[in-house]
């Protein structure tokens, strides 16, 4: 076999090089520096690319796998099963926009993919959405039946918070107090269970109007797009200016969000999505593209774009360029 020439051997010592540089920029959470376009620079992939990674590892090493093992093994399953991870994105970017970092967010993050997690596995329920797809896998209780499935919801949402908790030692005991605060108001009766309930009521009628759909997803959907950015804003220490603004950010966000699933749900297949298609219409739900049509859907999905980047005004462009980046991933995404 010929030797590798000393031209090869530093292309090789490069790429490794590179790679070990690249690797510990994510690890470290290091920041996007320009705003990418409509259809995602190189270097928002690469962004995207490094977040994603480094909540999984973190997700990865909070649930190990334990006694009661089916129960952990449930929650690992549901958990780790793929995902978008734009909730846990959302907070480090909001995080680190104020000045704080991605290490400092990452507990908070981890326990709001936890809580989103434990939000899919109730609505694909049988007494809810009744699916049997998730993430381009059996649901939950597909796979381990309806009550190892509630259990493991239940899990979850407990250890979302203990997870946070004990990852929080030295952070300032008001940061925590309000963070748990921000968490029950936006997934408890106020937020999320409101939505879903809702939601349950509006099968069937067909004289839903876009004021009750907007309040089905702004507390269904919305709420944990607001807790994300409002939640990375507290611990990285954010004003209360910057707070309320991300508020409202992530407000939007969430919506653009959801009119865009609703869209996507009509137009793509199951395999495609990893989930259903055009289950809400044979359940009889009302959605933006059967309210208002699909290219009336569309146009509402561009101003709500316009809507979130104006809220993103004020703050330094650089540092709000994932954001922006995020915006439009969600507005462009095809899954």
Known sequence: MK???L???????IRILFSY???ALCRLGAPFKHSPPPDYSLEFKDYMACKVAAVNEALDAAVPLRAPLRIHEAMRYSLLAGGKRLRPIFCVAACELVGGTQSKAMPIACALEMIHTMSLIQDDLPCMDNDDLRRGKPTTHKVYGEAIAILTSDGLLA??????TQKADGMNPILIVRAIQEIARLVGAKGIVAGQEADIRSEGISNVDLKELEFIHQHKT???FEASVVLGAIIG???SKEVEKLRSFGRTAGLLFQVVDDILDVTKSTQELGKTAGKDLVAGKVTYPKLLGIDKSREY??????EALGQLTGFDPDKAAPLVGLINYAANRQS
């Not at 250890?159 to 946070?164: N, P, Q, R, T």
């Not at 999905?301 to 316009?306: G, H, N």
């Open 301 to 306: 999905a561009e101003e709500l774009v316009r």
């Open 222 to 224: 919305a709420a944990l």
């Open 21 to 23: 540089f690249k690797e």
């Open 237 to 239: 220490g954010g004003s």
């Open 7 to 13: 031209r090869t051997l530093l292309f090789y010592l």
């Open 159 to 164: 250890l979302a918070i203990e997870h946070f």
């Open 3 to 5: 030797s590798l020439s």
